[in-house]
């Protein structure tokens, strides 16, 4: 089974969701037990996104001007030790609501952005 999926129901089913995170904010956590995303003290809760076709979506309005590389992290969703909830009707963002641990981490992959910083695809 690939853990890259796009849509977002198929995510949801298979049980992995995904998170954006920029490359050097990842790089700094990734050996550590635990997770946690810079906007988290506001927040209270880590932002996912189910299938990465939505990903590549929501990405656009929120980061398309943070010129940072950034990576796709998978996770599966039965590995998160904190808790996860979907505060939306269609299921298509779960939060977590605590640390992630790293070891929810099945997968990593790059994302493709245009000279204007647009998210343009995800690879995987």
Known sequence: ???FLRSAEESR???????LVPRAVWDSQR??????????????????TNGL??????ANPYY???PREFVVLALEVTRISAPVR??????????????LN???????TSVERSGEG??????G
Not at 35 to 48: M, Q, R, S, T, W
Not at 118 to 123: K, P, R
């Open 1 to 3: 089974m690939s853990v």
């Open 13 to 19: 089913i298979q049980g992995i969701t995904y998170h």
């Open 31 to 48: 050996h550590s037990p635990e997770y946690l995303p810079e906007a988290f003290p506001v927040d209270g809760f880590i932002h996912c």
């Open 53 to 58: 076709d939505e990903l590549i979506n929501v």
């Open 64 to 66: 398309a001007d943070d």
């Open 86 to 99: 979907y505060d939306d009707p269609h299921q298509g963002f779960p939060h977590i609501y605590g640390p």
């Open 102 to 108: 790293t070891d929810a981490v099945v997968q990593q």
């Open 118 to 123: 647009t998210f343009v695809t995800i690879a």
